[in-house]
């Protein structure tokens, strides 16, 4: 017997059903999505209600996760509950019961769609398809914007602007290359590999990688709303690329710098110091209110890179160094460039840059620091000097487990990643081994 979980699973890799055909059988409820209001660590899943064959009376079906779980973004959980939607919406208004055997109606239902698929292979060999499922193919304008719309709705403001400007550099460089591609299912694999490749030649493998991450996502937005048949940006590899890291600081050059902007930039020193000593990232120091400061309990709560919202304590090497906030309005910014605590309408990546372009103006041309030196590097600093305390009288995995409570990486293993890349983890001097070795 196909329980209704397999079929959906089953199904999910071929469904074609419409996006605009949601007329619901009154034997059930429309599936719903359950989201968890965003919390990626509470299990999502499909919920509806089937009317049961004694009662008469819809009741709620047990929920149905299938493999969105182990999606660890929103982005891609939510897409693939949106296709589990569509299977079990399709399937439901074919006849499907949860409280019926269905494998004869299955296996009756495939060889009917086994033949349609053939059918369309078969005019698809004589003739360009222009279509899917009989709705008039979009420009590529009208399919991208549809996309970008749909990702208006579960990611953040600073990505639906890398969103933007990447899809806006493709449709110029398109018009530019290939103004004889007019609708969307025109596009293939061939086109966007040459945009990738210029996009390469031009810049990196790390933002080539962007632009294919990028374009790919919107692309399945596409296809999970039936207006491409395929994402084949998937399939396009990504290049392995060398990430750029900023240096530590030496314990010398660190404690120059602190001096002189003490009295150069006691703004910009405040703003390194939430880096060092709270390991915020820049970008984290930049979003922050003076109502995310718990001038009570001495803690900050600020939106972190991989989860909404978190806690910390501010130790007291930094809260002897923050001014009286009491008056302050709570909704203000922190830093602004002529004070701390007020009003400074601006996207939260032109903070973060403006920050970033002040450092180097005021810092780096003054103590003639190369490229490899930036704000991330006080937090690499920090976090170096932290390890290495707690490994002075704790072991290795004991350090780490105290060090990851303060930095606020996700697991052991991101941690330990971290600390490779930043090279804290240095062994103990192995002189006397290379002595054994002299015969």
């Known amino acids: 017997m196909h329980s209704l979980k397999e079929l959906i699973t089953l199904d999910a890799q071929n469904e074609y059903e419409s996006a605009y055909d949601l007329s619901v059988n009154k034997k059930f409820s429309t599936p719903k999505i359950y989201s968890a209001s965003g919390d990626l660590k509470k299990r999502w899943y499909l919920y509806f209600s089937y009317r049961h064959p004694k009662t008469g009376k819809l009741k709620r079906v047990t929920p149905f996760y299938g493999n969105a779980n182990k999606y660890k973004t929103k982005e891609e959980r939510l897409s693939v509950l949106v296709t589990y939607r569509k299977v079990l919406l399709k399937l439901l208004k074919q006849g499907y019961n949860p409280y019926d055997n269905n494998t004869e109606l299955y296996l009756r239902l495939k060889t009917k769609e086994n033949l349609k698929e053939q059918h369309v292979l078969d005019h698809a060999e004589n003739k360009s398809l222009t279509t899917v499922d009989d709705k ?29 400007n ?25 086109v966007v590999s040459g945009f990738l490749n210029e996009i390469l030649g031009k810049t990196s493998a790390r933002n080539r990688n962007n632009f294919r991450t990028d374009l790919s996502s919107i692309m399945q937005v596409l296809e999970d709303n039936d207006i ?40 910009l020193l405040l703003y390194i110091k939430f880096i060092s000593y709270n390991f915020l990232r820049p970008i984290e120091v930049s979003r922050l209110t003076v109502g995310d400061i718990n001038t009570k309990d001495r803690t900050i709560q600020f939106k972190a890179k991989n989860s909404p919202l978190k806690t910390k304590i501010i130790p007291e090497i930094l809260w002897d160094d923050l001014p009286d906030l009491s008056e302050l309005n709570k909704e ?16 939260i990546n032109n903070k973060r840059d403006y920050f970033s372009k002040r450092f180097k103006k005021v810092v780096k041309d003054h103590f003639e620091l190369n490229k490899d030196y930036g704000l991330y590097s006080f937090r690499h600093t920090y976090i170096t000097k932290l390890y290495r305390a707690l490994m002075n009288d704790s072991s290795p995995f004991e350090a780490k487990s105290k060090l990851m409570l303060i930095t606020g990486h996700s697991s052991m293993s991101a941690l330990e990643k971290y600390l490779r ?15 054994n070795t002299h015969g």
Do not use: C
């Open 166 to 190: 990447r899809v806006k550099n493709f449709l110029v460089w398109l018009n530019e290359n290939h103004s004889e591609l007019k609708t969307i299912n025109n596009l293939n694999k061939r």
């Open 136 to 164: 008039p193919a979009m420009t590529l304008q009208d399919a991208f914007d549809f996309g970008l719309k749909q990702k208006e709705k579960i990611v953040n403001s600073t990505t639906k602007r890398s969103y933007d």
């Open 421 to 435: 890349d930043i090279d804290a983890e240095l062994p103990a001097d192995y002189s006397e081994m290379l002595k």
């Open 228 to 267: 491409v048949k395929l994402n084949f940006i998937k399939k396009i590899p990504v290049l392995k690329s060398i990430p750029e890291r900023n240096k530590t600081y030496t314990t010398e050059i660190q404690e120059d710098i602190f001096e002189y902007l003490e009295k150069k930039d006691p703004i």
């Open 332 to 347: 203000w910014v922190l830093f602004t460039p002529l004070q701390i605590g007020g009003v400074w309408e601006t996207q």
